[in-house]
């Protein structure tokens, strides 16, 4: 099984409607973070959280909100969608409480997005 | 602000060595990344340098860091087919404390 599992790994959707994208890690990490990809674009950061009680903006948080809910789920909302939020989106965890914190992410295998 | 830039496409036969370059603007960095991504997946950590090396070496990799001019290359000898993928450079900075990531290069290996 994946240590960082995201739900739905596709999901199309007409402009205006509320989606929730899941993300839960068997890490034990305590931290989180959902970034976007977009051919060219590379990855861009939409909110991360350092630990439960702690959520931060992004370069790219308009139009989306988080939660996290506990320290092994992290969950991305789009309380209104638009197309030009079709993108990746990709949950990402590390760990800062190991013996060797070099900031290295472990990412989930994505959800595919399209907003109609 | 960080900002980190890679050209966004590479091609190479195979057998030839493949170079991947980036550019960053943290000073403050303290560790550059390599990460890969196959098709359909996410990205993984292929390899990373602390910023007071300036040369890492890991079997087919090389990491070559040249700090002053903020340069950061990955060398892949003898690339296969199965290197075919998007390679990101990202930067960790005790400023931030996040990665920033750059656009991504697609490597493309011709047999």
């Known amino acids: 099984d994946a240590d960082v599992t995201q739900t739905p790994r596709n999901r199309i959707t007409k402009t205006g409607k509320r989606i929730m994208l899941e993300c839960s890690q068997t890490?034990?990490?305590?931290?989180m973070y959902w970034y976007r990809q977009d051919p060219g674009l590379g990855l861009r950061l939409i909110y991360y959280?350092?630990?439960?009680?702690?959520?931060n903006k992004g370069e790219i948080s308009d139009g989306y909100s988080v939660s996290r809910q506990a320290q092994a789920k992290f969950s991305l909302s789009l309380e209104s969608a638009i197309p030009n939020q079709t993108a990746l989106y990709f949950c990402?965890?590390?760990?800062?409480?190991?013996?060797?914190?070099?900031?290295?992410?472990?990412f989930g295998e994505g959800s595919r997005l399209t907003v109609l | 602000g960080e900002d980190v830039e890679q050209s966004l496409f590479l091609s190479v036969r195979e057998g030839d060595s493949s170079v991947i370059n980036c550019t960053y603007t943290?000073?403050?960095?303290?560790?550059l990344y390599w990460y890969k991504q196959e098709p359909g997946a996410g990205l993984q950590l292929l390899t990373y340098?602390?910023?007071?090396?300036d040369m890492k070496q890991d079997q087919r990799l090389t990491v070559l860091l040249n700090k002053k001019d903020k340069h950061l290359s990955l060398r892949i000898a003898d690339t296969q087919t199965g290197d075919s993928a998007i390679y990101f450079c990202?930067?960790?900075?005790?400023?931030?404390?996040?990665?920033?990531f750059g656009s991504g290069t697609r490597l493309l290996v011709r047999p």
């Open positions: 943290d000073s403050s960095s303290t560790y």
């Open positions: 890490k034990g990490h305590d931290r």
């Open positions: 990402a965890t590390s760990d800062t409480q190991g013996t060797l914190n070099t900031g290295e992410l472990f």
């Open positions: 990202a930067e960790y900075g005790d400023s931030s404390y996040k990665l920033i």
């Open positions: 340098i602390f910023s007071n090396m």
């Open positions: 959280s350092f630990d439960v009680k702690d959520i």
